[in-house]
């Protein structure tokens, strides 16, 4: 079993545990070219592609010019991003067999970066997967990244016993894997809220039980699928009712 996230627009670079070890990300090149087309951007061109105000603008045009590519040294990913989906996960607390484990069957989606490993050495940047950056492969990042990020995850899916991909990603990065090149069953987990008789979808509390989902898998060391049905952390609790074979819906009541 695999799964994935997405990545968070906050970072925390605060130092990793002493036994975290740091490994590089496998599209380096490709975040190379990326990097590069981003550098030659300015602070008003980064604030209308990504819509952010004119101060991230500028922190984050800094953060180009200062991206070094070929740089090894970094902090791993999933300790780095600090977004609502990174609190449920808890990664910092995660003693050094649980990112072991999270290593083989976690993977997070990135505009830059492509596809990363939790222990993958990341620098600190913001470039939503949605961003319309014009690149030789084309006007999206979508196209940019084309069936790398699918060929990547079969790769990664390859030898494990179940090879199922739970997708705990946003619809916005989950997009970039081109499912015509994806050869491995998807598994779309959904978490609702209980609210007036019906379930509703609140962005900040299913965003927080994607990591929740994470972190349940890696301290139970879950490698098959149907096993998550049994996630129960935060009063959540698989509702067949409401799920598919491929969309699996879990619900709690209204917090």
Not at 50 to 58: P, R, V
Not at 145 to 163: H, M
Not at 205 to 230: E, H, Q
């Amino acid at each position: 079993m695999l799964m994935v996230i997405s990545p968070a627009k906050a970072l925390n670079f605060a130092p990793a545990p002493p036994f975290a070890p740091l490994t590089l990300p496998a599209f380096r090149e490709d975040t190379a070219s990326l990097a590069k087309t981003a550098q030659r951007l300015t602070g008003p061109d980064l604030r209308r592609l990504m819509g952010i105000s004119e101060d991230l603008a500028k922190l984050n045009r800094q953060r180009f010019q200062a991206f070094d590519p070929h740089s090894e040294d970094g902090l791993q990913a999933v300790l780095a991003f600090n977004g609502d989906v990174y609190r449920g996960l808890a990664a910092r607390e995660l003693d050094q067999a649980g990112l072991k484990w999270a290593q083989d069957h976690l993977r997070i989606l990135s505009g830059l970066y492509g596809l990363l490993r939790p222990l993958d050495a990341i620098q600190p940047y913001r470039l939503e997967m949605g961003s319309r950056l014009k690149t030789r492969r084309g006007a999206s990042l979508y196209e940019f990244w084309g069936d790398r990020i699918a060929l990547a995850l079969n790769a990664a899916a390859a030898g494990q016993s179940d090879p199922t991909l739970i997708n705990l990603a946003s619809q916005e990065y989950f997009a970039a894997v081109d499912l015509a090149a994806l050869s491995l069953p998807v598994v779309n987990c959904h978490f609702r809220e209980e609210r007036d008789g019906a379930l509703v979808t609140l962005s900040f509390f299913a965003k927080r039980a994607r990591g929740l989902m994470a972190r349940f898998a890696i301290d139970g060391r879950i490698d098959r699928a149907s096993d998550l049905k049994a996630f129960d952390l935060e009063r959540y609790a698989f509702r067949p009712d409401r799920s598919t074979e491929t969309d699996w819906v879990f619900a709690r009541p209204a917090a």
